[in-house]
């Protein structure tokens, strides 16, 4: 499995961005895919999760509300849809796969999102 993140750059505090991740190999229909972000001098977190196979979404608290993860299995890509962007939202996202929330198998190699105040 590989995958491929894009859509990062640099907006005002306020502002939308999404994000894109294109799955490519062998993509497995029950797996989660999922959206993590590490912000300099910090640990890596998690953002968000789907799965291929159901509707079901989960969110980090911190951006509930705002963000909103998608899917087009048709063309194995996941979509992170974030809205009313945050100084605190900066930080490199990454996409991953994996059965569940303790295993993520599969990283893409991340995409820079800054956000000015």
């Known amino acids: 499995v590989q995958l491929q993140a894009s859509g990062g750059g640099l907006v005002q505090a306020g502002d939308s961005l999404r994000l894109s991740c294109a799955a490519s190999?062998?993509?497995?229909?029950?797996?989660?895919m999922g959206w993590f972000r590490q912000a300099p001098g910090k640990e890596r977190e998690f953002v968000a999760a789907?799965?291929?196979?159901?509707?079901?979404?989960y969110y980090a608290d911190s951006v509930k509300g705002r963000f909103t993860i998608s899917r087009d299995n048709a063309k194995s890509t996941v979509f992170l849809q974030m809205n009313s962007l945050k100084p605190e939202d900066t930080a490199v996202y990454y996409c991953?796969?994996?059965?569940?929330?303790?295993?993520?198998?599969?990283w893409g190699q991340g995409t820079l999102v800054t956000v000015s105040s």
């Open positions: 991953a796969t994996g059965p569940n929330f303790g295993s993520w198998n599969y």
């Open positions: 190999g062998r993509t497995l229909r029950p797996y989660l």
């Open positions: 789907i799965r291929w196979s159901s509707d079901s979404t």
